[in-house]
Structures are given as structure tokens and as C-alpha cells.
């Protein structure tokens, strides 16, 4: 994964303040650019993740740091605000959790994993965002884990069945 170091860091800020990069630091920006490109050229999105800490791993963190750049995947103005780039697009998302967190319970709250990943969606654009749900994964009985496990899967085939 592309470091975010100095010269990331200061070609992010160059290119948000309207300055010129150094060259090292255009160097750097180069991959971020292709890592940019690569996502946006997708029709279509699946993402799936489990909850780590009641949030999202560090590794899926660190693209969406890269990813989430000023006049690539966002833009700001003064007069409109926050504008996701990504647009017309649809997104699924499967989530994985150890224990549960359905909306109304005393755990919902904990659940920083759909909700980050639904508000960097929408931050970028996605408003077609289905997701899937898969939980508890841990301290449950067999039966019940695969029960849990066949209904994500038929709703996953659901959702297919349209994309
Ligand atoms: C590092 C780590 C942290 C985890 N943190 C949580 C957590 O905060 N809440 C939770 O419900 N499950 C947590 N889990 C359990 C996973 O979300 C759960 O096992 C899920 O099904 C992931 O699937 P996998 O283990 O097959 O990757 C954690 C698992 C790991 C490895």
C-alpha cells in the first residue's frame, strides 16, 4: 500500500492550496492518482469487511485515507459544500461482526464500522448503498452461525441479482 509519508502528505496539501508540487513530491502523488483511477473506474462496488475494534481494519483505513482526496473523489466550495465525486454508481457492503449491533439494541451504538463506512460512502458520492449484515459471528451456537451465514448469503444473491 502507498506509504502516506512527507512527500505524499505535502503534495496532498500543494495540490489543496493551488500550489505546484516539488518533484519528489509529484512523484510520490503519482500512485495515489492510480489508486484514485483504478477505484473510480469501476461500474459497480462490493466491499466486504469485518469489524475490528468496532470499527474497520487499519489496511481498508489506509486506502480509504489515499483514496479520499480533495478534486479526485470530493470537492468543496465556499457556495456548495461538500460534493462527492463518485456518483451514479452502486455500492454493496457486506459486514462481518463477532457480536451484534442491530439497530434498537444497547450495542447499536458501538457500531462504528457500518456507520464509517456509510458516512465515506456518502462523503464521496455513493447514494445507491445496500449492505449486508452477518452477525454475531462468535459466542453463538454452530446452528445458529450458519443460519445467520445462509441468510446473509441469500440476500447477497439478492442484491446480485439487480447489479
Ligand atoms: C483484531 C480483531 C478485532 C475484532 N474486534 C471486534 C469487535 O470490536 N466487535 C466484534 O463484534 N467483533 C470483533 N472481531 C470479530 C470479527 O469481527 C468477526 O470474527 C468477523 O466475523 C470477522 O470474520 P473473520 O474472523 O472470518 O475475518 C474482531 C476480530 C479481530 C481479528
Given at each position: 500500500m502507498i506509504p502516506f509519508n512527507e512527500d505524499v502528505i505535502n503534495a496532498k496539501y500543494s495540490i489543496l492550496h493551488g500550489g505546484s508540487p516539488s518533484e519528489a513530491e509529484t512523484k510520490a502523488w503519482k500512485p495515489v492518482e492510480i489508486l484514485i483511477d483504478h477505484f473510480k473506474s469501476a461500474d459497480k462496488y462490493l466491499i466486504s469487511l469485518p469489524m475490528w475494534n468496532f470499527g474497520i481494519p487499519y489496511k481498508l483505513k489506509h486506502y480509504i485515507d489515499i483514496l479520499v482526496q480533495p478534486g479526485y473523489t470530493f470537492s468543496f466550495s465556499p457556495d456548495e459544500g461538500y460534493k462527492g465525486l463518485v456518483t451514479g454508481k452502486p455500492v454493496t457492503v457486506v459486514y462481518a461482526r463477532g457480536g451484534a449491533y442491530q439497530s434498537?439494541?444497547?450495542?447499536?451504538?458501538?457500531?462504528?464500522q457500518k456507520k464509517y463506512m456509510e458516512l465515506f460512502l456518502g462523503f464521496i458520492g455513493f447514494t445507491d448503498i445496500k449492505s449486508v449484515v452477518a452477525e454475531p459471528?462468535?459466542?453463538?451456537?454452530h446452528e445458529d452461525k450458519k443460519k445467520t451465514i445462509d441468510s446473509a448469503k441469500e440476500l447477497a444473491r439478492s442484491i446480485a441479482a439487480h447489479y
Open positions: 434498537g439494541s444497547e450495542t447499536e451504538g458501538l457500531d462504528f459471528m462468535l459466542m453463538t451456537t
